[in-house]
């Protein structure tokens, strides 16, 4: 069965600093992999997916993600992060022909000024 | 058109109420899915419906019962809940059932009392 680890419960970073957040996933084959944000009360908004080719992902609002096979990992990555960027990310690994979506834990990402 | 909608936002009921939650889309994607996130938890899967027919059901008790009267719309109705299934209920809409591309409404949280 497929499983996320976000070990990474809470992070603080100031603002204007870089972020890493880590996730490790756990299944046979070439996961499809994904980081969504979800800000307080509202739905899950996506950042990025990988799902074959440049391991290096590019998604949006200037976020980054890097597979890597030997690691079973999937880092998100910002070098500069917004006071804005304050919410809860989680990554999530699903199967082409699967339907399920599954999420680790999530890690929530406080901004100091 | 590129947005899940979902309605009501906020829903408060008794546990002897009847209620429905209403999802649209109109993408047309032919898969749809339920998600339920407790507080503090990362979302997880009830319900996938392929071709307005029910595809998946995570072993989800009966007193949720959904229903696709057409490749548009989903409805997950509600009766005799209990205070713990108060959550986040998540819709989500795919071209053709598979994680290759979700869409996620922004939710409705819902209280029971």
């Known amino acids: 069965a497929q499983s996320v680890t976000q070990p990474d419960i809470h992070i603080t970073v100031s603002e204007g600093a870089s972020l890493e957040l880590r996730c490790n996933y756990s299944y046979g084959a070439t996961p499809y992999l994904f980081w969504y944000v979800q800000s307080p009360g509202q739905g899950l908004q996506l950042l990025l997916k990988?799902?074959?080719?440049?391991?290096l992902v590019q998604g949006i609002k200037g976020f980054e993600a890097e597979f890597k096979r030997s690691q079973s990992s999937f880092n998100l990555r910002k070098p500069s992060v917004h006071w804005s960027d304050a919410a809860e990310y989680f990554c999530a690994v699903g199967a082409g022909t699967a339907s399920k979506l599954t999420f680790g834990t999530g890690t929530r990402l406080q901004v100091t000024l | 058109d590129t947005e899940v909608t979902q309605t009501p936002k906020h829903l408060v009921m008794g546990m002897t109420n009847k209620k429905s939650l209403k999802c649209e889309q109109h993408?047309?994607?032919?898969?749809m899915y339920w998600y339920k996130q407790k507080a503090k938890k990362p979302p997880e899967l009830m319900f996938v419906y392929s071709y307005e027919k029910l595809s998946i059901n995570e072993s989800v008790p009966s007193r949720f019962s959904p229903e696709c009267p057409n490749s548009s719309l989903l409805n997950l109705h509600l009766h005799a809940l209990q205070p713990e299934d108060s959550a986040l209920y998540l819709c989500?809409?795919?071209?053709?059932?598979?994680?290759?591309?979700?869409?996620f409404g922004s939710g409705t949280r819902l209280t029971v009392v």
């Open positions: 993408m047309g994607h032919r898969a």
């Open positions: 989500a809409s795919s071209r053709e059932q598979g994680v290759r591309g979700y869409t």
């Open positions: 990988y799902f074959s080719g440049d391991t």
